[in-house]
């Protein structure tokens, strides 16, 4: 059993390889290049798109290491029969056509992850209608079959689906990992925020560290 052991906040992040999973948010064109959902919404995406190397160096050390990988992707069927009401009420540009497809729709380009991030073979690609990865997915039930018990979380935004997902995954009772700067949010007031709400109050929620921790632990 390979172990591991990482400094992070609040204390340092113990796992056990075989029990953990990368799980990379929603680092999709819609949130990471312009004229995608994000934008939509008025954000300067630049934010969102600078981490993808560090979340390509994560990746990379993860699939080297063989850990279970999992990439989620926030979006809707086509036909919107998915979309609840109040959703629609506020973001009335799911399911427009941008310069991607349409907007935070299944299948359409925007949609996708970004090529840096491209899943592989065997890795998991979860399709997820709401913030967190747990809604409305089977995301619990894969973990549980493989024995996970800790997740190291990237992606964005991590106010936003990264906070929800890790949410509701320390209720079903996994510990997770979240990296600094393998996540973003478009407002830096946010990510600084996100952070702390994470690591605070003894690991309320769990375990934040930096990449560089990460990487050097795994590649050792
Ligand atoms: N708006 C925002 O910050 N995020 C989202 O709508 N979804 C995700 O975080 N993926």
Redesign the pocket.
């Known amino acids: 059993m390979s172990k591991y052991q990482v400094e992070a906040k609040p204390f340092t992040f113990d796992f056990e390889l075989k029990k953990t999973a990368l799980v990379i ?2 680092m999709q064109r819609d ?1 990471c290049e312009f004229g995608g ?2 934008e939509a ?1 008025g954000n300067d995406i630049t934010p969102t798109k600078s981490i993808i190397p560090t979340v390509r160096k994560i990746l990379d050390a993860a699939r080297e290491a063989d850990m279970f990988i999992v990439h989620t992707r ?1 979006g809707h069927r086509p036909d919107m029969s998915d979309v609840p009401k109040a959703k629609m009420r506020r973001f009335n540009s799911i399911g427009e056509v941008g310069p991607m497809g349409r907007i935070l729709i299944r299948g359409e380009y925007g949609h996708d992850i970004v090529d840096e991030l491209k899943p592989l073979k065997g890795e998991v690609v979860l399709d997820k209608p709401g ?1 967190g990865a747990f809604y409305q997915t089977d995301l619990h039930s894969i973990l549980q079959n493989k024995q996970i018990e800790s997740l190291i979380v990237c992606g ?2 991590t ?4 906070h929800t997902t890790i949410r509701e995954a320390n209720d079903r009772g996994y510990e997770c990992l979240m990296i600094e700067d393998g996540t973003a ?2 407002d830096p007031r946010d990510q600084e925020a996100a952070i702390r709400m994470i690591n605070q109050q003894n690991g309320i929620f769990g375990w934040t560290t930096t990449s560089d921790k990460l990487l050097k632990i795994l590649k050792k």
Request: aromatic residues 18%.
């Open positions: 948010v929603d949130f959902f994000g919404l926030e913030k964005v935004t106010h936003v689906c990264v949010a478009f």
